[in-house]
Structures are given as C-alpha cells and as structure tokens.
T-cell receptor, first 113, second 111 residues
Framework: DAGVTQSPTHLIKTRGQHVTLRCSPI?????VSWYQQVLGQGPQFIFQ???????GRGNFPDRFSARQFPNYSSELNVNALLLGDSALYLC????????????FGEGSRLTVL | AQSVTQPDIHITVSEGASLELRCNYS??????LFWYVQSPGQGLQLLLK??????LVQGIKGFEAEFKRSQSSFNLRKPSVHWSDAAEYFC?????????FGAGTTVTVRA
C-alpha cells in the first residue's frame, strides 16, 4: 500500500515568490496535517484538516494557507516567501482524528534564496 | 504550556552497546506519547506509541520505551545498538490533534 506521498521533493524559490506543496494521504485516511521542520529543530505544527475542514492552525502568519480536496489530498500554499521559510515541509495523515498517530511523508525540501 | 523536552542534543554510542534517549513531557493530563526516527533527508518513521495501559511499550527495530508518570518521562531504550540506528530521534506528545515535538537527539554509532 502506498504511504503518504508529497510533491515536489525539492524546490528552490526566491524571496517574494509563492509556492504550492501537495500531499496525498494514505488511502482511507481523512485527516491531513502539515508541519514545518527547520534545519536542526523538531517539526512545528502548521495546519490540520479533517473531512475538508480546518481543525487547527499553529502559530504561523497568514502567508501560510492550506486546503483539503474531496479526495482528501491537500495543498499547502505559502505567499511572499522569506528566507526563513526555508525548511522541510512534512505532510502527515491519520485515519482517526484526535489520536495523534500520524504517518508522515518524506517531505518537500524548500530553499528560499 | 504543553511541551516535550529532549535534554540530550547529541549522543555517541558504540555498536553493540545499550542506548537510552531521554524525553520529558509537560501536560495537564497524561498525553499520548510517541517516538519517531528520522534518517538524513527523509521523513519521520514511528517507532512506538503510548496511549494508556502497560507502561512499558515495545516498538519496531528492537526499541522500547517506559512511561513514568512520577517523573513525567518517556525514555527510549535499545539493548544493543546497530550501525543502522544512527539517525535523529524525536519524542512527541499530544492530547488533541496536533503533535508537539522535542528538539531531537542525534545518535552517532561508532564501530
């Protein structure tokens, strides 16, 4: 069975640009979460979506937005990129919302120049 | 604030020796607790989890962890380390839908 898949795996952007990251959850999972992992730190929670509704948002500016589609895949959008947005963006899915057992993808490595 | 702390940034251990990674949590109620491993350039793999019940939890790859409420700890152990265990290890906790991660412990295995 396919795990959580993310695309693209690597990308380079310049300051001020916009980026869209994509995630497909494990088949049957209805919840998708996004985390940001800056080099040398633990992942930080950005968003969780369950059944296409936003359940929670971490301490990130409004430049960060996300959505979940009817097939439960998800997009993370970041506008007006800053150098500090350079990070590994991890998507995770879970079958039952609230248990905290997340299955992570390999991540999208974003470099902002 | 709800949080998870990993006191050790980096641990070096000889192959075949035992390993223990520390994790402390600060939550109002007992949280769900997890240990994840991350190899360079890769995502997170779940090693084990604690929800309730037996305080000694067995995981994959020969790892186990012990939940101690009196010490607010959830330490990870492995009796005999293999070179392939070199990686970064994260402790995480939650009592709702979002995980709070520790800063991670990097494990180096020497021959």
């Amino acid at each position: 069975d396919a795990g959580v898949t993310q695309s693209p795996t690597h990308l380079i952007k310049t300051r001020g640009q916009h980026v869209t990251l994509r995630c497909s959850p494990i088949s049957g999972h209805k919840s998708v979460s996004w985390y940001q992992q800056v080099l040398g730190q633990g992942p930080q929670f950005i968003f969780q979506y369950y059944e296409k509704e936003e359940r929670g948002r971490g301490n990130f500016p409004d430049r960060f937005s996300a959505r979940q589609f009817p097939n439960y895949s998800s997009e993370l959008n970041v506008n007006a990129l800053l150098l500090g947005d350079s990070a590994l963006y991890l998507c995770a899915s879970s079958g039952v919302s609230g248990t905290g057992e997340l299955f992570f993808g390999e991540g999208s490595r974003l470099t902002v120049l | 604030a709800q949080s998870v702390t990993q006191p050790d940034i980096h641990i070096t251990v000889s192959e075949g020796a035992s390993l223990e990674l520390r994790c402390n949590y600060s939550y109002g109620a007992t949280p769900y607790l997890f240990w994840y491993v991350q190899s360079p350039g890769q995502g997170l793999q779940l090693l084990l989890k604690y929800f309730s019940g037996d305080t000694l939890v067995q995981g994959i790859k020969g790892f186990e962890a012990e939940f101690k409420r009196s010490q607010s700890s959830f330490n990870l152990r492995k009796p005999s380390v293999h070179w392939s265990d070199a990686a970064e290890y994260f402790c995480a906790g939650t009592n709702d839908y979002k995980l709070s991660f520790g800063a991670g412990t990097t494990v180096t295995v020497r021959a």
